[in-house]
């Protein structure tokens, strides 16, 4: 009898430590989807949100954005057929808030303002297709963390009024005293 009360414990005790310390993708998908419902709860079902949670431990583990490599990585007892179909769904029919995103991403940050903000452009040619990104991000302790971002129809340079607009974008979220404001030249 103690013999078997010893195994018993020491199970749950071995049970606890794998959980608190286990790399697998299922403990970190569970923590980082209560994550997500606290700050999507209102404006996501739990079935995206979990989907969300198993896109981002995906895209971890093969950190690359190849569909078929992150359903392989999906740590569900579904098919990677399965979770590929789900990855091709939810990227042609969701219409994700990117201004829920930014805020998310703001909200992760150790640092809660003043921020220092970075704006950066890139173009570059998918086939035939010009692609033309301009993006604001936040920066803390020397890593730029994307926050928002705006596609624009043209190949080359932003102008003042692109540029302006996506600032006002992130006042409007964040408001005017979350922005850190000095000059690089003083």
Known sequence: MQKALEISIFKETFRRFSMRYNSRAQYKNNEISQKLYTHFGKSMNLARIKFFGLMICSLYKVKTVTFSKLASAFET?????????RIQRF???????????????????????????????????????????????????GVAF???????????????????????RFIRLFGYESINLHSRNT
């Open 146 to 168: 994307p926050v928002l971002f705006q596609l624009m129809p043209k190949r080359g340079n932003s102008n003042t009024a692109e540029r302006i607009a996506i600032v006002n």
């Open 91 to 141: 990227m042609a029919e969701y219409v994700l808030d990117l201004d829920i995103i930014a805020r998310f991403v703001v909200g992760l940050l150790p640092h809660k303002g003043p921020y220092t903000l970075s704006m950066d452009r890139t173009n570059w040619k998918f086939g035939e297709t010009n692609i033309n990104v301009l993006t604001l991000a936040v920066t803390y302790d």
């Open 77 to 85: 007892r579904a098919d990677s057929s399965s979770s590929l179909r």
